[in-house]
């Protein structure tokens, strides 16, 4: 069986996400293609055929993929699948894949399988439910598989010792159904949140926005973290949305995980759960963010960080 990968991209640079779609779509067995859409983008292909365990890279660099519009490239991804006869489609379960998946699913017609963290065979697969707090195994009899995988789950792929060739391949029309207005991005020297290998995250109990960056900031430099937060925190305006971990926001599993001022609601815990290490700081003893946390300080925590802090310069 043939299997198709969509590539993550900005035109520019390969999403490391798709390194972990490609680890899953190894599991499936067979050739695995990955698909590199966009403008301008033959950088990103040259780069994604060095990648191991790719049989081919797809290009097609054409206008209409410039800004990575969901109906054009469900419409290419459809038409791709029925000329070459893959058996799986797969995309990271991130904004872009979330996006992308459901509407291949319907123009081919089958049932999608969403946010899958285990991969036995062809059609059996285990996901999350109920926030993350079962995991269930589910089987697909659907002649086209079309998956999101949760990139946290499965280890990256070498992004070098590959070989693949890079085919051109023709794009389809313009359906002219969407257009991007505009896209307001926050740049950061911090590391990129999901894939962080430290992540420190502040929740309401830092009072406020100022607090936030006057009390982790110096944390995260430090430790050469990324900030995330909760939603609480977001919602509060302590920070950008783009900060929030958990089950509507961002999915991370960080060797080590800081939750400072963090509860621990169900929905936060569903994003960060799976981190290898997690500290938690709340000053009550109570807070359901112990029950995960594998070291834990009661305290406050305009005291204890600065002096975590200090402690790292020493």
């Not at 972990?20 to 055929?49: I, M, P, S």
């Not at 991130?94 to 969403?114: C, H, I, M, T, Y």
């Not at 995980?257 to 290490?277: E, F, P, R, T, W």
């Amino acid at each position: 069986m043939k299997t198709l990968v969509i590539a993550e991209h900005d035109n520019a640079a390969l999403a490391p996400a798709t390194l972990n779609v490609l680890a899953a779509a190894a599991r499936l067995g067979g050739e695995v293609d990955l698909l590199v859409a966009g403008q301008d983008c033959r950088a990103v292909a040259e780069v994604a055929a060095a990648v191991a365990g790719v049989a081919r890279v797809i290009l097609v660099d054409a206008p209409a993929y410039k800004d990575q519009l969901a109906e054009n490239l469900a419409a290419l991804v459809v038409a791709q699948v029925r000329t070459k006869s893959y058996g799986a489609v797969l995309a990271a379960a991130s904004a872009f894949g979330k996006n992308l998946a459901p509407r291949v699913a319907a123009l081919l017609d089958v049932a999608q399988v969403s946010d899958v963290v285990s991969i036995t065979a062809v059609g059996r697969y285990v996901r999350p439910i109920y926030a993350g707090n079962v995991l269930v195994s589910v089987e697909s009899d659907e002649p086209v598989q079309v998956l999101t995988v949760r990139p946290t789950s499965f280890d990256a792929v070498a992004a070098t010792g590959g070989a693949a060739t890079v085919e051109e391949a023709q794009a389809e029309a313009d359906l002219g159904l969407s257009r991007l207005v505009g896209r307001a991005l926050s740049k950061s020297e911090r590391p990129e949140l999901g894939s962080a290998a430290i992540v420190v995250s502040g929740g309401r109990g830092l009072g406020n926005g100022d607090n936030y960056q006057q009390v982790l900031a110096p944390l995260a430099d430090r430790l050469g973290a990324a900030l995330g937060a909760s939603r609480a925190a977001v919602d509060a305006g302590y920070v950008p949305n783009d900060y929030q971990v958990g089950q509507t926001g961002k999915i991370v599993a960080p060797g080590l995980y800081l939750a400072v001022g963090i509860s621990g609601a169900i929905q936060h815990l569903a994003g960060m759960k799976d981190s290898k290490v997690i500290v938690a700081i709340n000053k009550d003893p109570d807070a359901p963010i112990f029950q995960v946390a594998d070291y834990g300080l009661v305290g406050d925590l305009f005291e204890a960080v600065p002096q975590l802090t200090a402690s790292l310069a020493s």
